[in-house]
């Protein structure tokens, strides 16, 4: 569990709405209303859950102890894979309008650059890949879009005390200033992060590995010209032998998080007393002369930790209550966030009684795996931050002493940032039976590519996951962006239950307005999915790819989608 001491300052810039608590219609001291799904916590995972819920067409009540969105210095840093999330279920525009994207890195050794990166980007991308913007915003912005959806109650000061399996699913207890009830559903999703009684009552434990070094947590008020670049300095002189990083985010407010000695007591190391001289040395070194203030500091530790399912009958876990993710590469709300993407499709689905709940297992499936390659990640860029031992260390410094004039180490010293994770081995996905010459592999996640979108009468410019509902899609590409008329028709045979999307890439421009179709203008879309006319990808409702075949295969697309779903056996037991 990260260890955190905190303080606040004056100048803390961001002014929360604060809510009540209230009770819900009781009889005997139970909600009167049966639920299908009750998440527990309304951080950004809980929060992003309910909304990707809502998109697919399901209510859920949010339980949250606190009452208001979260603060403080948590998360900051984004990724274009979480913003690609959020386009989905129509929220990033704000997070777009607020975050600042960033441009690159540069570490220092001691006084010297010895490694400079540009972020990945390319004339494909319609966003950013990372943008910088405080968790309180992050969450603001979740419960705006949950609220707007009317379909999420997120009820505030409300604390679980107690679950227990109950007839029909879940019943669980809740306390609240205002008095205490207990409520049934069918699900609940413990997004109730690093102390998670959701996890406790299904009996599951998080294992892997907790790191000693501690780092503390500074946000400052400093008005600085420098651009939005991940910043890091090893053994720098201003404080010798500790590493030192920061990052810019929006209002001005600057973040610096420095390594503590083993030595030093963490509870001192975080009185302002202390703080304020080392992060004054850190500016002065790096040219910054202006007047600046500290708005928040706190203390961190790395926890590198998985649960080894995350489904516990009719408990599933999500978040920092699944897996706990070291900060250096910024996996934790990211992966938090590719969770609620998976679990929430799958978690519909059930609910409206189209799947099995056997579907659910494939979440636990797919996001386990995904945590350990986070955690694997994670770790290489926490030991190289702070090493763990005096071999890692020997490791370390020849690195750094060498990197400058040696381009093959700079890889070394690469942060590693988080990118979307592919479901190697995922139960759903089709194996490819025909050799592919490109194109995302089942598991994967769309490639993004410009396109002419052809539906109105004046056709505009727009991108390839543009095409891509928060439903089952199959994307043929065609030459005059029509699918053919069997593989159409299975939109509407499928059923609203499963909404499967039927999408046309039309390699010549349509002379008249066509439904659902995207004219590859410059080709490339083609190039970078292997296509030809008649070749068909189908994706899933998070924007992995299912399956692929070289021609329009209808019966095949009908096929993998029944496997997803299983036969609808009528539901017995937990
Ligand atoms: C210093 C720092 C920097 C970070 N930087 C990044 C970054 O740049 N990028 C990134 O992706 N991640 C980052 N992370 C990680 C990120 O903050 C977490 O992964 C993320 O907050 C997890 O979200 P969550 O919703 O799962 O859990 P939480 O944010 O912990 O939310 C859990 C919620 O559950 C509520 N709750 C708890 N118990 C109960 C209960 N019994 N009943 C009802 N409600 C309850 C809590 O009040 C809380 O609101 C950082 C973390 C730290 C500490």
């Given at each position: 569990?990260?260890?955190?001491?905190?303080?606040?300052?004056?100048?803390?810039?961001?002014?929360?709405?604060?809510?009540?608590?209230?009770?819900?219609?009781?009889?005997?001291?139970?909600?009167?209303?049966?639920?299908?799904?009750?998440?527990?916590?309304?951080?950004?995972?809980?929060?992003?859950?309910?909304?990707?819920?809502?998109?697919?067409?399901?209510?859920?009540?949010?339980?949250?102890?606190?009452?208001?969105?979260?603060?403080?210095?948590?998360?900051?840093?984004?990724?274009?894979?979480?913003?690609?999330?959020?386009?989905?279920?129509?929220?990033?525009?704000?997070?777009?309008?607020?975050?600042?994207?960033?441009?690159?890195?540069?570490?220092?050794?001691?006084?010297?650059?010895?490694?400079?990166?540009?972020?990945?980007?390319?004339?494909?991308?319609?966003?950013?890949?990372?943008?910088?913007?405080?968790?309180?915003?992050?969450?603001?912005?979740l419960l705006e879009a949950a609220e707007s959806s009317g379909l999420v109650e997120v009820r505030w000061q409300s604390r679980i005390s107690g679950i227990c399996a109950s007839k029909s699913g879940v019943r669980l207890s809740i306390?609240?200033?205002?008095?205490?009830?207990?409520?049934?559903?069918?699900?609940?999703?413990?997004?109730?992060?690093?102390?998670?009684?959701?996890?406790?009552?299904?009996?599951?434990?998080?294992?892997?590995?907790?790191?000693?070094?501690?780092?503390?947590?500074?946000?400052?008020?400093?008005?600085?010209?420098?651009?939005?670049?991940?910043?890091?300095?090893?053994?720098?002189?201003?404080?010798?032998?500790?590493?030192?990083?920061?990052?810019?985010?929006?209002?001005?407010?600057?973040?610096?998080?420095?390594?503590?000695?083993?030595?030093?007591?963490?509870?001192?190391?975080?009185?302002?007393?202390?703080?304020?001289?080392?992060?004054?040395?850190?500016?002065?070194?790096?040219?910054?002369?202006?007047?600046?203030?500290?708005?928040?500091?706190?203390?961190?530790?790395?926890?590198?930790?998985?649960?080894?399912?995350?489904?516990?009958?009719?408990?599933?876990?999500?978040?920092?209550?699944?897996?706990?993710?070291?900060?250096?590469?910024?996996?934790?709300?990211?992966?938090?966030?590719?969770?609620?993407?998976?679990?929430?499709?799958?978690?519909?689905?059930?609910?409206?009684?189209?799947?099995?709940?056997?579907?659910?297992?494939?979440?636990?499936?797919?996001?386990?795996?995904?945590?350990?390659?986070?955690?694997?990640?994670?770790?290489?860029?926490?030991?190289?931050?702070?090493?763990?031992?005096?071999?890692?260390?020997?490791?370390?410094?020849?690195?750094?002493?060498?990197?400058?004039?040696?381009?093959?180490?700079?890889?070394?010293?690469?942060?590693?940032?988080?990118?979307?994770?592919?479901?190697?081995?995922?139960?759903?996905?089709?194996?490819?039976?025909?050799?592919?010459?490109?194109?995302?592999?089942?598991?994967?996640?769309?490639?993004?590519?410009?396109?002419?979108?052809?539906?109105?009468?004046?056709?505009?410019?727009?991108?390839?996951?543009?095409?891509?509902?928060?439903?089952?899609?199959?994307?043929?590409?065609?030459?005059?962006?029509?699918?053919?008329?069997?593989?159409?028709?299975?939109?509407?045979?499928?059923?609203?239950?499963?909404?499967?999307?039927?999408?046309?890439?039309?390699?010549?421009?349509?002379?008249?307005?066509?439904?659902?179709?995207?004219?590859?203008?410059?080709?490339?879309?083609?190039?970078?999915?292997?296509?030809?006319?008649?070749?068909?990808?189908?994706?899933?409702?998070?924007?992995?790819?299912?399956?692929?075949?070289?021609?329009?295969?209808?019966?095949?697309?009908?096929?993998?989608?029944?496997?997803?779903?299983?036969?609808?056996?009528?539901?017995?037991?937990?």
């Amino acid at each position: 569990m990260s260890e955190r001491s905190t303080r606040a300052f004056a100048q803390y810039p961001y002014l929360a709405r604060r809510f009540a608590a209230r009770l819900p219609t009781l009889r005997s001291g139970i909600e009167d209303r049966h639920h299908a799904v009750v998440i527990v916590g309304g951080g950004i995972v809980g929060l992003a859950t309910a909304l990707a819920l809502a998109r697919h067409g399901v209510p859920s009540v949010v339980i949250e102890a606190d009452d208001s969105v979260c603060v403080g210095s948590r998360a900051i840093c984004l990724s274009r894979r979480s913003l690609e999330i959020l386009t989905r279920y129509g929220a990033a525009r704000k997070f777009l309008a607020t975050g600042l994207p960033w441009v690159g890195g540069r570490s220092f050794y001691r006084d010297e650059e010895v490694l400079h990166f540009s972020m990945p980007h390319d004339e494909n991308q319609r966003l950013p890949p990372m943008i910088n913007i405080q968790q309180y915003y992050i969450e603001d912005f979740l419960l705006e879009a949950a609220e707007s959806s009317g379909l999420v109650e997120v009820r505030w000061q409300s604390r679980i005390s107690g679950i227990c399996a109950s007839k029909s699913g879940v019943r669980l207890s809740i306390e609240t200033p205002v008095g205490g009830y207990e409520l049934d559903t069918e699900w609940a999703i413990g997004c109730d992060g690093a102390r998670s009684s959701v996890r406790e009552a299904a009996g599951l434990r998080l294992r892997g590995t907790s790191y000693e070094g501690r780092y503390v947590i500074v946000d400052l008020a400093l008005k600085s010209a420098r651009q939005t670049e991940r910043l890091a300095w090893f053994d720098p002189p201003s404080n010798p032998g500790s590493t030192i990083l920061m990052h810019r985010q929006p209002d001005d407010v600057w973040r610096i998080d420095y390594q503590l000695r083993d030595d030093e007591d963490p509870e001192t190391a975080v009185l302002p007393e202390n703080v304020i001289p080392r992060v004054a040395n850190h500016l002065r070194m790096i040219g910054e002369r202006q007047d600046w203030s500290p708005i928040w500091i706190s203390l961190y530790r790395a926890n590198a930790l998985t649960l080894e399912t995350y489904r516990a009958g009719r408990l599933l876990l999500a978040g920092d209550a699944a897996h706990l993710v070291p900060i250096f590469g910024v996996r934790g709300a990211n992966s938090g966030f590719e969770d609620a993407d998976n679990l929430a499709w799958k978690l519909a689905l059930v609910v409206r009684g189209a799947a099995r709940k056997e579907l659910l297992d494939s979440y636990s499936a797919e996001r386990v795996p995904a945590a350990r390659e986070n955690l694997r990640q994670g770790m290489k860029s926490t030991e190289f931050m702070s090493p763990p031992s005096f071999g890692f260390e020997l490791m370390r410094t020849a690195v750094l002493g060498l990197a400058a004039r040696q381009s093959f180490l700079r890889p070394l010293i690469n942060p590693r940032q988080t990118q979307a994770i592919r479901y190697t081995d995922s139960p759903l996905s089709l194996s490819d039976r025909t050799t592919w010459s490109a194109g995302p592999e089942p598991g994967s996640v769309a490639l993004e590519c410009p396109v002419t979108l052809c539906d109105q009468e004046a056709p505009r410019f727009g991108h390839f996951t543009e095409l891509l509902a928060p439903a089952f899609t199959a994307v043929c590409f065609t030459e005059n962006g029509r699918p053919p008329e069997e593989l159409a028709m299975l939109a509407v045979s499928a059923g609203a239950a499963v909404p499967l999307r039927v999408v046309g890439i039309a390699a010549r421009q349509p002379s008249a307005p066509v439904p659902a179709c995207g004219w590859d203008h410059t080709g490339r879309l083609t190039a970078l999915y292997g296509a030809a006319p008649g070749t068909v990808y189908l994706f899933r409702p998070d924007g992995h790819v299912l399956a692929r075949w070289h021609e329009p295969a209808t019966h095949a697309v009908h096929l993998a989608l029944q496997r997803v779903l299983g036969a609808s056996a009528p539901e017995k037991g937990p």
